[in-house]
């Protein structure tokens, strides 16, 4: 799915509460945009979500103005007073309730499995608010994509959480190769330091040539000829 956002606004001038925005987040393209003060981000990751409307500009998906349709396919991830689990859960407590949300098992077993499967089980009894960003970032996004109507992702902020920026950026990175679509609202500093490091290549492989031709083959005959000239009338999808 393609987010994006026109120019997004919340007010004008420098003391706007949201300046001026555009960004996309498409498949196989992760899309970052910077916001600096202390309720920015939030405001940001509402709009981009579909959940607040910009007093300017517009957030449309696949090319359409639908903020229904964003709320229903994007989760937000961690934003501040909306989406942020209390620090002093433990993980496993986390990943229990965000399974009652998906519609999931969410007995004490069912959320040990899921920690085993991403790589966090030895984590189960830590507090959300002492595990290292990357790992924090893996656990929320991991328990947001579990929804299965969501195809995309608005993280927020997470450099404020501290750690190494490297870090959780590649699990941003896991998840646009797994396809979905991730915005990330994040502060300038944080930004910068993205743009300078490489980005993989995400788009799948070009299939493989095509088999050689077989040159023993008897010659068509001309019913067959007819056949394989005749123009193909089918409708290809135009879905991605």
Same mark, same amino acid.
């Given at each position: 799915?393609?987010?994006?956002?026109?120019?997004?606004?919340?007010?004008?001038?420098?003391?706007?509460?949201?300046?001026?925005?555009?960004?996309?987040?498409?498949?196989?393209?992760?899309?970052?945009?910077?916001?600096?003060?202390?309720? #920015?981000?939030?405001?940001?990751?509402?709009?981009?979500?579909?959940?607040?409307?910009?007093?300017?500009?517009?957030?449309?998906?696949?090319?359409?103005?639908?903020? #229904?349709?964003?709320?229903?396919?994007?989760?937000?991830?961690?934003?501040?007073?909306?989406?942020?689990?209390?620090?002093?859960?433990?993980?496993?407590?986390?990943?229990?309730?965000?399974?009652?949300?998906?519609?999931?098992? #969410?007995?004490?077993?069912?959320?040990?499995?899921?920690?085993?499967?991403?790589?966090?089980?030895?984590?189960?009894?830590?507090?959300?608010?002492?595990?290292?960003?990357?790992?924090?970032?893996?656990?929320?996004?991991?328990?947001?994509?579990?929804?299965?109507?969501?195809?995309?992702?608005?993280?927020?902020?997470?450099?404020?959480?501290?750690?190494?920026?490297?870090?959780?950026?590649?699990?941003?990175?896991?998840?646009?190769?797994?396809?979905?679509?991730?915005?990330?609202?994040?502060?300038?500093?944080?930004? #910068?330091?993205?743009?300078?490091?490489?980005?993989?290549?995400?788009?799948?492989?070009?299939?493989?040539?095509?088999?050689?031709?077989?040159?023993?083959?008897?010659?068509?005959?001309?019913?067959?000829?007819?056949?394989?000239?005749?123009?193909?009338?089918?409708?290809?999808?135009?879905?991605?």
């Amino acid at each position: 799915m393609r987010l994006e956002l026109h120019g997004v606004a919340i007010g004008d001038g420098p003391g706007a509460a949201l300046p001026p925005l555009s960004a996309v987040a498409d498949r196989w393209t992760p899309g970052f945009v910077a916001v600096e003060t202390e309720n #920015a981000p939030t405001l940001a990751s509402l709009v981009a979500g579909g959940r607040m409307r910009p007093e300017t500009g517009r957030v449309t998906v696949d090319g359409r103005s639908d903020d #229904a349709a964003i709320r229903a396919s994007f989760a937000l991830v961690d934003t501040p007073t909306v989406a942020e689990p209390f620090a002093a859960l433990t993980v496993v407590q986390v990943a229990r309730e965000e399974l009652a949300l998906a519609g999931l098992r #969410a007995d004490k077993a069912s959320a040990r499995l899921l920690l085993h499967e991403i790589g966090l089980r030895e984590h189960e009894r830590t507090r959300l608010s002492a595990l290292p960003t990357e790992l924090r970032v893996r656990l929320l996004c991991e328990l947001a994509v579990l929804r299965p109507e969501v195809r995309g992702l608005i993280l927020t902020t997470p450099e404020r959480h501290g750690g190494d920026v490297a870090a959780w950026l590649s699990v941003v990175h896991d998840l646009v190769g797994r396809d979905y679509s991730v915005l990330t609202i994040t502060g300038f500093a944080a930004l #910068a330091t993205i743009e300078s490091l490489p980005t993989p290549e995400f788009a799948p492989a070009e299939s493989a040539a095509a088999p050689e031709t077989d040159t023993d083959t008897a010659p068509p005959s001309p019913d067959d000829t007819a056949v394989a000239t005749t123009p193909d009338t089918s409708v290809e999808s135009d879905k991605p």
